[in-house]
């Protein structure tokens, strides 16, 4: 009895620490991004790295599990820059930094946030190409780009993902072609508007061939057969009776 209490201890503080284990590295990934953003606001100061967890911090939203799911930081007059640990957070539904002045480059990394649902980055001044990996977000529904400067084509990728529903990379310096194939043939020219796009239009649907002579043609002949066969047993009938 007593060894099934230690073992039952043992585990416990086991999962503990793996729980604990888990919260420091999103807290970790969290520190870094404060790291790498001014914030004027003074809305980042309770990130504290020594917390177990960062689930009680201003803006950071947690599961069940203690592991984050939503960070909501849109409209907070941050700048600085991304940071590639951002794709620690294997749980984030929603990243929402929108309306403020964050600089650089799109990470890589995001890619890796296989649970995202909105990515809302409009409204900042990001630079260089869309991530080709942003198409690994397989349950993305809302993606916002708009209003940075942005350059590069849009990643072919990003038309397999068949959840998108809202997608607004409008006014940026993109080039090249708008793609229009998958998920991208629902979206309005607005959602491309002010950038160096080319805009092209969907392939038509091949010509389906004329059949209405030939089901004219056949409803005849169906006709005529069936006369002929009303006849055959009318005239039949009589021969069989008398037979």
Request: net charge negative; no cysteine; proline share 5%.
């Given at each position: 009895m007593e060894r099934l209490i230690s073992v039952c201890l043992w585990l416990i503080l086991a999962l503990h620490l793996v729980l604990r284990v888990a919260?420091?590295?999103?807290?970790?990934a969290l520190n870094a991004l404060k790291n790498n953003l001014a914030d004027p606001?003074?809305?980042?100061?309770?990130w504290d790295p020594t917390d177990i967890n960062p689930c009680q911090w201003y803006n950071i939203t947690c599961n069940s599990e203690n592991s984050v799911t939503r960070i909501d930081l849109g409209n907070a007059?941050?700048?600085?820059?991304?940071?590639?640990?951002?794709?620690l957070l294997s749980n984030l539904q929603y990243l929402e930094l929108y309306s403020n002045n964050i600089s650089g480059e799109i990470p890589e990394e995001i890619g890796n946030l296989t649970n995202l649902v909105?990515?809302?980055?409009?409204?900042?001044?990001?630079t260089?190409?869309?991530?080709?990996?942003?198409g690994n977000l397989r349950k993305l529904r809302v993606l916002r780009l708009n209003n940075n400067s942005l350059t590069g084509q849009i990643p072919m990728a990003l038309t397999t993902i068949e959840t998108l529903q809202l997608l607004d990379v409008s006014n940026n310096q993109l080039e090249g072609d708008i793609p229009v194939n998958g998920s991208f043939s629902l979206f309005q020219p607005i959602s491309f508007s002010n950038n160096r796009l080319n805009y092209t239009l969907a392939p038509p649907p091949p010509p389906m061939p004329s059949t209405a002579s030939t089901s004219s043609g056949n409803s005849a002949v169906g006709?005529?057969?069936g006369v002929v066969a009303a006849s055959v047993v009318l005239f039949s009938a009589p021969a069989i009776i008398f037979a």
């Open positions: 919260g420091n590295a999103e807290g970790d606001n003074n809305l980042l100061q309770d007059k941050l700048s600085g820059k991304l940071v590639p640990d951002l794709g909105s990515l809302d980055l409009y409204l900042n001044a990001l260089g190409h869309i991530p080709v990996t942003l006709a005529i057969v």
